[in-house]
């Protein structure tokens, strides 16, 4: 019997139970990467800090999630992948709860670039893991069941966040994070069972692939340029609302919620176009997320405009999410592990430029900057797209985008 088989030997209760843990696992580390978003201004004044700086929360755990996400991967390609993921949740429960005591902002700083390691990691390792612990024919429905906690957070952590600070304190919300990360990390020592770590790839492998591999190449520079645009303008969506549609917190709350739901819905959507076309999926979301950005600049003085421009902004969020990951993974379908741990740098590298370049926007422009920003970023991502027509398959055995994309 072969490794892979006695790893999905297991009952498939006791699986589908695994990628419960590691769909959690996505919910603490997602919602801790980005609720500084919906804390932003309690954070700032609580701080005797400017918003702009107070985004630099969002920006050291983005940097150290990007940057370090390739050579730890390398460097931990022969650590089981449970006691892999059980460290980095570890690290997250005591950066979350650190986080909540910290005297001053420079401790939180550091705190947030040892909780980013762990969440660049996690982001390299999870979706694989959740493949090999059910039966192999519902491989693809477990990775889409992981990435739907994507969504779970951007409707339930981040939104719920805002609530308990608006009830209580910002300390209070990072302290029940520091909770339920650890239940987290027990459930995920409990149910999964012992993954030897498969296609070990080094550092300098690693590296390679976007050196040889133009499609990829490509993917992560369309990824680049959308990130950046989005989260350059997301990070300050409740400093924009407040100062634009004098919105209150409990409105803010709603419509953080309602974005939330938009990518719910537009990653469910995305789920079966991607099938036909992931091109024309992720073209349509882009057009769609820039016409987001300009309703919102342009009616979202007022709660109505507000809500229809963060309804379209999270659908199109939504897709575009989904389609940018199916695109790297079909550019390089047979280093899994690798070209995700690429696919994380570029993308956490730029949430964090993206919330640095908004903040000096917001201080130093005005918080309408931010949207323009945004605006310019997504365009070109668009623009490299529509310019790019690869058809040709990258792997002796190769992949399709659109063959691929079915199986996430």
């Known amino acids: 019997m072969s490794v892979q088989q006695q790893e999905r030997s297991p009952s498939a209760v006791k699986g589908w139970l695994g990628v419960a843990a590691i769909t959690a696992s996505l919910f603490v580390f997602l ?16 701080l005797d800090i400017s918003v702009g700086v107070a985004g630099l929360m969002v920006t050291a755990q983005g940097v150290a999630a990007g940057l370090g996400v390739p050579f730890i991967v390398a460097w931990t390609r022969r650590v089981n992948r449970r006691l892999l993921l059980s460290t980095l949740l570890a690290v997250l429960a005591l950066g979350n709860l650190i986080t909540s005591v910290s005297p001053n902002y420079p401790l939180i ?19 694989s893991m959740a493949m090999r612990i059910v039966p192999e024919r519902h491989a693809s429905r477990a990775a889409a069941v992981v990435m739907s906690g994507i969504s779970i957070a951007t409707v339930v952590g981040i939104p719920l966040g805002t609530i308990i600070e608006a009830h209580t304190d910002w300390r209070t919300t990072f302290a029940i994070w520091a909770g339920l990360s650890l239940l987290v990390f027990l459930a995920v020592a409990a149910i999964i069972p012992s993954l030897p770590s498969e296609n070990a790839v080094s550092v300098r492998e690693v590296f390679g692939l976007p050196v040889r591999n133009g499609q990829l190449r490509t993917v992560l520079l369309i990824v680049i340029f959308f990130v950046l645009g989005h989260f ?26 309602i974005f939330g739901i938009g990518g719910a819905i ?28 300009l309703l ?9 405009g507000a809500v229809v421009a963060l309804v379209l902004w999270g659908l199109s969020f939504g897709a575009v999410q989904l389609s940018q990951i199916n695109m790297t ?10 070209a995700m741990s690429l696919n994380t740098m570029a993308y956490n590298t730029c949430i964090a430029l993206g ?22 970023l997504a365009a070109a991502s668009l623009l ?25």
Request: proline content about 3%; overall charge negative; charged content about 15%.
């Open 31 to 46: 919602t801790t990467e980005l609720m500084p978003v919906g804390l932003l201004t309690p954070l700032s004044k609580s």
């Open 109 to 127: 700083l550091a705190t947030r670039l040892c909780m980013g390691f762990a969440s660049g990691v996690f982001w390299a390792i999870g979706v």
């Open 232 to 257: 350059g303008a997301y990070t300050f969506v409740r400093p924009y609302l407040e100062d634009e549609a004098s919105a209150s917190a409990t409105f803010i709350t709603v419509v953080l919620i």
């Open 266 to 293: 537009g990653n469910f959507v995305a789920g079966y176009t991607v099938n036909k076309s992931l091109r024309g999926t992720f073209v349509v979301g882009l057009v769609a997320l820039l016409a987001a950005l």
């Open 296 to 304: 919102l600049r342009t009616i979202g003085d007022a709660e109505s």
């Open 329 to 338: 993974l079909a550019a390089a379908p047979e280093t899994f592990e690798a």
């Open 355 to 376: 919330a640095l370049f908004g903040g000096l926007f917001v201080d130093h422009v005005g918080v309408t900057s931010v949207i323009w920003f945004g605006v310019i």
């Open 384 to 408: 490299l797209r529509l310019g790019t027509g690869w058809k040709k398959k990258v792997s002796t055995n190769p992949v399709s985008e659109d063959d691929l994309a079915a199986t996430h």
